[in-house]
């Protein structure tokens, strides 16, 4: 038997940027340091990990870079921007989680994987998009970038119109193979960033880009299958997950079999734009044979990662 466990965290983007800050780069190196704790915890018990997480604040402002810089710069597709941000962030959490080991003088290498994930290319979600992303814009604004660039947007009643791609499933990751054989090794993993790039198969067995994003939590899961993790750990704004969450009825759930968690989840106790995702990632994993997963905020995992802390889902 293997003397060390397996692990995919996954990190939320707003864990690096904070809502109601300023998103300079020295700001996101300094909560990408305290972020890390977590993930120290994990290394003092030994653990081998794969690190995943969100972009969708980095991705936002590298397509505000983009429609900043039109017709001075050549636009870039939203396939190029997710890698950007892949690496981008990859390099803060990685050269961070370095000088933390290095300081409790603690030997493990550390790797950033720029990482394509498989769609479908027939997803629904791409006849129907409604994942936002970018900037706000009144409607005589947004109109004319319909038209110059194709775009489909949303109104948010009150709040203005908005660019959408498609947000489809995960399916596989391509660099799953290295991925395993480095986190087996003992490397520190970080890895399907911002939920990773979208790609698909041609007819021909060749890949291509898609403009989408994928649910990093979904694609978290993903990788956790397919390096054969054994638990998978989602960080979030809240300590626990939550039953009428916000309401005078509010329910914390402290452990509960996935079957039960996902009943719940039909009938409508987890929105599609906060916590859903995440439930849809653990019961994913745990059908595919995972066994566990702990949904936390990412402040009880600065402090520890044992049972009793957040929501703990089992097979």
């Not at 909560?31 to 994990?42: G, I, Q």
């Not at 690190?51 to 017709?71: C, D, F, S, W, Y």
């Not at 109104?155 to 799953?176: A, D, F, H, T």
């Amino acid at each position: 038997m293997s003397k060390y466990k397996t692990a995919v965290l996954a990190l939320g983007g707003n864990a690096i940027s904070p809502k109601g800050e300023e998103d300079t780069i020295k700001n996101q190196f300094r909560n990408t340091r305290k972020t890390l704790k977590a993930v120290m915890n994990m290394v003092e018990k030994d653990y081998h990990i794969a690190i995943t997480h969100g972009n969708g604040p980095q991705v936002g402002n590298a397509m505000l870079r983009v429609e900043l810089a039109n017709k001075k710069a050549p636009i870039l597709p939203l396939g190029i921007c997710v890698a950007d941000t892949e690496g981008g962030m990859g390099y803060m959490i990685e050269q961070s989680l370095q000088n933390s080991l290095i300081q409790n003088h603690i030997e493990r290498d550390v790797i950033t994987i720029v990482t394509q994930i498989t769609v479908d290319q027939n997803d629904p979600s791409i006849k129907n998009p409604t994942k936002y992303i970018g900037s706000w814009y009144s409607e005589d604004e947004i109109q004319h970038l319909v038209e110059e660039y194709n775009w489909q947007v949303k109104e948010v009643p009150g709040k203005g119109w908005r660019r959408v791609v498609p947000s489809p499933m995960p399916l596989n990751i391509i660099n799953k193979k290295s991925i395993k054989y480095l986190v087996e090794l003992g490397t520190i993993v970080i890895t399907a960033g911002g939920g990773g790039i979208p790609v698909f198969i041609m007819d021909d067995g060749k890949f291509e880009g898609l403009d989408a994003v994928i649910d990093k939590d979904l694609a978290s899961a993903v990788l956790a299958r397919d390096i054969g993790a054994e638990e998978l750990y989602i960080l979030t704004e809240v300590d626990k997950v939550c039953l009428n969450f916000g309401k005078p009825n509010q329910e914390e759930i402290d452990r509960i079999k996935y079957k039960d968690l996902g009943e719940l989840y039909k009938k409508g106790h987890f929105p599609p734009g906060s916590m859903g995702p995440k439930i849809q990632a653990a019961i994913k994993f745990l059908e595919w044979g995972g066994k566990s997963v702990v949904i936390t905020s990412l402040e009880n995992a600065k402090t520890s990662l044992d049972s009793g802390v957040g929501t703990i889902i089992l097979p």
